[in-house]
């Protein structure tokens, strides 16, 4: 508790604990703090006493134990570390949900493009971005809930906060979606740990903890995870089918992740092993294990760095350093625990090299996953050894988009031969036309969905109808699949480039990008103007938007010899092996105008059987069979296939 004393705190604790005792024949069971612990708590904190109506405590109330500790002692690990779960939580997504301006400006296109479904825009959105708030409200009989209630509501301002996490109950755990959360409505907040130390919350803040086995759950992230909407067309009518926007929760159901206990919370508050003080003021309490870092890591490293620099204009209280642990925890995510890559050379022919890249998805949804703009693309280059490009493929140009990029949908591809194709996952949202659209409510079906899978991934699963595949990565024989068995969760992406006639060595690289907004995803947007559009229009402009690079994979040298290949048609005229078939294994090269320089014999395998000196043209060949002539002029090297009987 911010400006409590140790002295007080031991003080304080023990007179509460006589005052306890002394109450409890009169009055029923004893309060742990006395009233006049509670009234200083209160005055050295700032906190006013949360109001016996209000079903949602804001994060402010959570400061005084959950905070920092400034004896050092709670929400600290092992090193001293500060660990505290609200300077986490102040800088995630999560806490400014209802200030995000993207968010805000992706609305008010919404109610632009639709103003007669303005009230239901606003009712159905704000119920995941200003979820305590917009509950409230439809609870007291005062809803719809308009962003406009949101921006004069501290309790919606708050976002995701601490009490919307910890207030969710039991019922219908995991089976509600598209914002629909249940919450328990008594003052009671719900932790994962047991038998909870209760006194401070209760006395200090008016609700009782109590353990809740549903907390660590995954079940506790279906109600926002899970988006199906209901789609109008071009005239704002509403169409009889559903569209899933978004399904996080049911693509970890669709995987094998929930199957071996692995859940949402245990890669997105990574989990440390060191027992954790969880409340300040009390040297008797002893370390809770597992702790949740509260940093709440996702993807949107974009957004994370925008929002940390316009915290002022945002009305976010999150300091830079908080921003730059999320931001720091976000690219460990992406980049240590979202993809593996896999880069080599398959084939290499004289004119061309054929590379194979198998990525696999380590993330417990597909990636990327989540709100529809989000893409993951591959660049991929072949420089020989000067350094010279012989072939690229999804370059990124200086306005982050992909060069040469098809400026509706990309295809999913198995083998890329062009340096205007580009691999890109993505999911592609089509309106009622079956037109590209980037409209939320006229979101009709995919044109497009090759998001990678994640591992043990079905088309056979109860929730692959919210999971589904479009386009042609449902016909690749590597999307998902080894020998015809789905779940490896990864794809295996061919580049076929010819070499040019180059003679050396080559290598090549490949690198997967992630962007939360694509510019292709913002020209919708930005081509119309509201306040709120303009606002972040501002703020996108000043960011930066650069993509991240999650992970990357590279050959060494492979030998290729092109410059044999561009002769090789006119040694083929002038150089003829005869007779051929060969009687008794016996054949003659005969080399019209060149010089032999000396002639190799290999076997069919290519294990190679003798050498014949400068000069010679006759050929004995050592038994039957099929035999290979290596054979070196001064105007190149050929090789021709026999048949010795």
């Known amino acids: 508790m911010p400006g409590l004393s140790k002295h007080f705190i031991f003080g304080g604790l023990l007179l509460g604990l006589i005052y306890s005792a002394a109450q409890w024949t009169s009055y029923g069971p004893p309060r742990f703090h006395t009233p006049q612990e509670i009234q200083a708590f209160h005055a050295n904190s700032m906190l006013e006493v949360v109001d016996s109506n209000v079903i949602f405590p804001t994060s402010k109330a959570c400061v005084g134990c959950h905070g920092r500790d400034e004896n050092g002692y709670a929400s600290v690990d092992l090193a001293g570390n500060d660990v505290n779960v609200v300077d986490d939580w102040s800088a995630t997504m999560m806490a400014n949900s209802a200030k995000d301006p993207f968010w805000r400006a992706k609305v008010s296109h919404e109610i632009l493009i639709h103003p007669m479904h303005s009230a239901a825009i606003q009712d159905k959105c704000t119920s995941c971005h200003a979820p305590n708030g917009r509950y409230t409200a439809h609870y ?35 089976l509600t979606f598209s914002g629909q959360i249940n919450f328990d409505t008594a003052r009671v907040i719900y932790g994962p740990y047991y038998e909870p130390f209760a006194a401070p919350m209760e006395d200090f803040v008016g609700f009782r903890p109590l353990h809740g086995q549903h907390v660590p759950e995954a079940g506790l992230c279906a109600p926002c995870h899970t988006l199906i909407t209901h789609p109008v067309n071009a005239q704002g009518e509403f169409l009889d089918i559903a569209f899933v926007e978004q399904a996080t929760y049911h693509e970890w159901l669709n995987s094998t992740y929930g ?42 490293t974009m957004m994370l760095r925008l929002m940390k620099q316009n915290r002022q204009a945002l009305g976010i209280t999150a300091s830079a350093e908080n921003y730059d642990a999320t931001i720091a925890a976000t690219y460990a995510m992406l980049q240590d625990k979202t993809l593996s890559m896999e880069l080599q050379a398959e084939t290499v022919r004289s004119d061309s090299v054929t590379f194979a890249l198998k990525l696999t998805n380590r993330a417990g949804h597909k990636f990327p996953s989540g709100y529809p703009s989000r893409r993951a693309l591959v660049s991929f280059v072949a420089l020989t050894e000067q350094g010279d490009t012989l072939f ?24 890329i031969t062009r340096p205007d194709q580009a691999q890109i996952y993505e999911m592609v949202m089509g309106d009622a036309a079956g037109q590209l ?109 650069s993509p991240v690079a999650v992970s990357s994979a590279q050959t060494g040298n492979v030998y290729v010899d092109g410059v044999t290949a561009a002769r090789e048609s006119a ?67 050929l090789t021709q296939r026999v048949l010795a009987r």
């Not at 300040?280 to 002893?286: C, I, K, R």
């Not at 990008?513 to 703020?539: C, G, H, N, V």
């Not at 080399?591 to 004995?620: C, H, M, Q, Y």
């Open 259 to 300: 199957l071996q206990n692995v859940t949402c919370q245990d890669c997105h508050f990574s989990r440390i092993k060191d027992p954790v003080v969880i409340s300040s003021n009390y040297l008797f309490l002893d370390g809770r294990v597992p702790f949740g870092i509260h940093e709440m890591a996702g993807a949107n």
């Open 392 to 415: 690229r493929s999804g370059m990124l140009q200086p306005d982050y988009e992909v060069e040469g990029h098809d400026p509706v949908v990309e295809p999913h591809y198995q083998m």
């Open 571 to 637: 040694l083929q005229q002038a150089i003829r092996v005869f007779p051929n078939p060969a009687p008794d294994g016996k054949c003659q090269v005969l080399a019209d105008g060149l010089n032999v320089l000396g002639i190799r014999v290999f076997d069919a395998k290519g294990s190679w059987l003798k050498s014949l000196p400068a000069g010679a043209t006759e050929v004995s060949l050592p038994g039957r069979g099929v035999f290979l002539l290596e054979i070196r002029t001064d105007k190149g090297t």
């Open 140 to 174: 007291r009989g005062h809803g719809p809930y308009s962003i406009a209630d949101m921006l004069a509501d501290s309790i919606g301002m708050d976002g995701v906060s601490c009490s919307t996490c910890h207030k969710i109950s039991q019922q219908d755990f995991g």
């Open 437 to 545: 659209t980037t409209v939320l409510l006229r979101g009709y079906e995919p044109l497009k969905d090759n998001r990678l899978p994640p591992l043990g991934f079905r088309t056979t699963h109860s929730a692959y109808d919210t999971t589904r595949i479009f386009g042609n990565a449902l016909n690749d024989p590597d999307f998902n699949k080894v020998n015809g068995v789905e779940g490896t969760g990864s794809d295996i992406v061919r580049y076929r480039i010819s070499v040019n006639g180059y003679q050396g060595n080559i290598r090549a690289y490949a690198t997967v990008y992630y962007q939360s907004l694509p510019p292709k995803w913002m020209e919708e947007i930005f081509a119309d103007s509201t306040p709120e559009i303009e606002t972040f229009r501002t703020m996108f402009n000043n960011a930066d938007r």
